[in-house]
């Protein structure tokens, strides 16, 4: 395959169609947790209610071997790299443009519950589902991928809304999965970043 000669740790840029079918699985959180990359997401585009599939431009660093398999492993489930850029030359000739993004609600819900509450709240279980703001300052820092690798957490992406140009702050829907102390522990971290996220439920772990 064109991605199996990678020879030194070089970012690769690859813009992914993820199927429908796939949008319940922590496909980008796997990448972290089983190829230990840092994964970096730049644009995305994924609704939870819709047919469509998903949309993401990734920035992937690891060692080769690492990077070669998370490649396999993509199209294996039959991930569309529709771009894969690596060292500044595209290897693929099938690309298409990113769609068009819909501008989601300008603010959410102005009764943003305090860390404290959501301390309390996930205090017994092992799961959490959050709305959480990517403000455009930090779009290029790969913060999915350290809830991932620093707080040992399965991170589910069921939607998600990041402008490639940047000019405005992105929204992910994320569901979690680790121990308390991790999701207390990973929180406290967006928490210092002053990045601004919603309690929307619990889900019954069982």
Known sequence: ????????PTPVHS???????????????????????TVNITAASLTSDSNDDGWFDLELLGNPPELANSLSYLHSLG???????????????????????????????TTQLKQERIYNAIA???????QLCIL?????????????????????????????????????????????QQLRASLSYLEKLELPLWLVSIPDSN
């Open 1 to 8: 395959m064109f991605f199996s000669n990678l020879e030194k």
């Open 136 to 180: 455009k300052n930090y779009y290029h820092k790969p913060i999915i991928s350290e809830l991932v690798s620093h707080y040992m957490l399965t991170v589910n992406i069921t939607s998600a809304v990041l402008n490639p140009d940047m000019q405005d702050d992105g929204w992910f829907d994320l569901d979690l999965w680790g121990r308390p």
């Open 15 to 37: 813009r992914i169609r993820i199927p429908q079918r796939y949008n319940r699985q922590p496909i980008i959180s796997r990448l972290v947790s089983r190829y230990n990359l």
């Open 124 to 130: 017994q279980t092992n799961r959490v589902r959050l």
């Open 79 to 109: 991930v569309d790299l529709m771009q894969l850029a690596i060292a500044n030359q595209m290897k693929s000739g099938n690309t298409q443009p990113f769609p068009k993004l819909t501008q989601r609600g300008s603010t959410l819900s």
